[in-house]
């Protein structure tokens, strides 16, 4: 619901969808080891040096490797939910992050109401309904630039890069259950004149019942990624930079290491040379929609079947069904 596959079809013929495509190749920067890594991520930082940064900053590796080519004195921030008690882990490893090389930390506090009062613009900005982190991403960004920050380092395309995705990677996945996997809520399950999205997983099709799975993640999945980091700073009109985007590995990705537990190996390599501590598990970026939708009790539009058994759907599903009713509400 949340990506358009085909740019020229929309919602709405008044309408026009913003789609992300990605860097192409003679754009990339080829890396093949831990040190060609550090050399091309230090470098981009190196042509950034004119503008006042800003990093958002987790707890997870990724972002925390880019903090260590922040200027000293730079600006981080890092999102806080539930007064602290969501992910309270992460919030401190943010904070060691920070310390170590000597960034300002910014907590940006969000609560529902935060994301019920930016939800709408990004959606504007789309032209589809969205992801549940670019209502937070959009609220950072307004935040940042009040602070007076002209670039915004984002560190979302290690996963897609390196390898991060492990449940995806996970094994060689047959067609139909790699299509019930990505499909995330199956189309017939909650609306009434559903269309099959067979389709878009067709020309990755291998024989009878396999798929190149690495192709569409590749292809499909890093777009829809890319694109909600890209709407939610457009819409708050801030510029992003995305060092790891960049990057194209130079060999396959090496699945027996990302199936034995080494999911972006080379980043897990370059964050032992930048940190003493333990690498953290790697978790997505934090939004409590398992607590915001806990007492939602689903779509009312005609759209929408009555039958949907909403205790059975995760809050991220949830978040799906909530934001296309209301884009729908706000455009029909």
């Known amino acids: 619901m949340r990506y358009i596959v085909d740019d020229n079809k929309d919602f709405f013929q008044t309408l026009k969808h913003q789609q992300y495509h990605q860097n192409p190749l003679n754009h990339r920067i080829f890396?093949?080891?831990v040190e060609d890594t550090?050399?091309?991520?230090k470098n981009q930082f190196k042509l950034l040096r004119h503008e006042k940064l800003g990093i958002m900053l987790s707890g997870g590796m990724d972002s925390a490797i880019l903090a260590s080519y922040m200027p000293k004195g730079a600006d981080a921030y890092t999102f806080r939910f539930l007064d602290g008690k969501f992910q309270s882990d992460e919030l401190e490893r943010a904070k060691y992050y920070a310390q170590i090389y000597q960034l300002n930390l910014h907590y940006v506090d969000i609560n529902w109401s935060v994301v019920e009062s930016c939800v709408e613009a990004c959606m504007r900005s789309k032209g589809a309904p969205v992801h549940s982190i670019e209502p937070q991403l959009y609220y950072a960004a307004q935040l940042a630039k009040a602070d007076g920050i002209s670039m915004?380092?984002?560190g979302d395309g290690a996963d897609y890069v390196f390898g991060g995705m492990d449940g995806l990677l996970s094994k060689d996945w047959g067609f139909d259950?790699?299509?019930q996997r990505a499909i995330y809520i199956n189309p017939k399950d909650v609306l009434v004149n559903a269309t099959d999205m067979r389709d878009v997983f067709e020309p990755y099709r291998i024989g009878s019942n396999s798929i190149d799975y690495i192709r569409f993640y590749d292809e499909k999945i890093t777009d829809e990624s890319y694109a909600s980091y890209e709407n939610a700073f457009h819409a708050a009109d801030m510029p992003y930079y995305d060092p790891y985007e960049r990057l194209k590995l130079l060999v396959p990705l090496d699945l027996d290491r990302i199936?034995?537990?080494e999911s972006k190996y080379i980043?897990?390599?370059l964050f032992k040379r930048k940190y003493t501590m333990p690498v953290p598990q790697k978790l997505p970026m934090p939004r409590p929609v398992d607590e915001y939708f806990?007492?939602?009790e689903g779509p009312q539009r005609?759209?929408?079947r009555k039958d949907i058994p909403m205790d059975e759907l995760t809050g991220n599903q949830k978040w799906q069904l909530w934001c296309a009713e209301l884009f729908l509400n706000m455009f029909d």
């Open 294 to 296: 806990k007492n939602w």
């Open 259 to 261: 199936r034995n537990g």
């Open 38 to 41: 550090d050399v091309a991520l």
């Open 31 to 33: 890396v093949g080891s």
């Open 267 to 269: 980043i897990r390599e």
């Open 152 to 154: 915004m380092i984002v």
């Open 302 to 304: 005609a759209e929408f």
């Open 177 to 179: 259950e790699f299509y």
